[in-house]
């Protein structure tokens, strides 16, 4: 039962980055799936969210607007498109299935700088 973030790096301001989350070992399709983030010296702060069968989605104020959220349920995967990037976007960035316990991945690091 895991699930692998990928897709991190360094990118530019304005610049876009995709990640994704492979989950592996329970019935993705049943679940929502969220994305978190961790800046540095900060706490741990909710992104955005999306149903199990991706019909609806909700995000964090601070990324409204430029950040989507997706799932592909026959490839076990969720997505979270980051455009125009921002210094204040720079954090682990992490998904999490709320399980029983909840599940998180390692997380992949996006650093926004020039």
């Known amino acids: 039962v895991q699930l692998v973030e990928s897709g991190g790096g360094l990118v530019q301001p304005g610049g876009s980055l995709r990640l994704s989350c492979a989950a592996s070992?329970?019935?993705?399709?049943?679940?929502?799936m969220n994305w978190y983030r961790q800046g540095p010296g900060k706490e741990r702060e909710w992104v955005a969210a999306i149903t199990s069968a991706g019909v609806r989605t909700n995000y964090a104020d601070s990324v409204k607007g430029r950040f989507t959220i997706s799932r592909d349920n026959t490839k076990n995967t969720v997505y979270l498109q980051m455009n125009n990037l921002k210094s204040e976007d720079t954090a682990v960035y992490l998904c999490?299935?709320?399980?029983?316990?909840?599940?998180w991945g390692q997380g992949t690091q996006v650093t926004v700088s020039s």
């Open positions: 999490n299935a709320p399980r029983s316990p909840p599940l």
């Open positions: 070992g329970f019935t993705f399709s049943s679940y929502v």
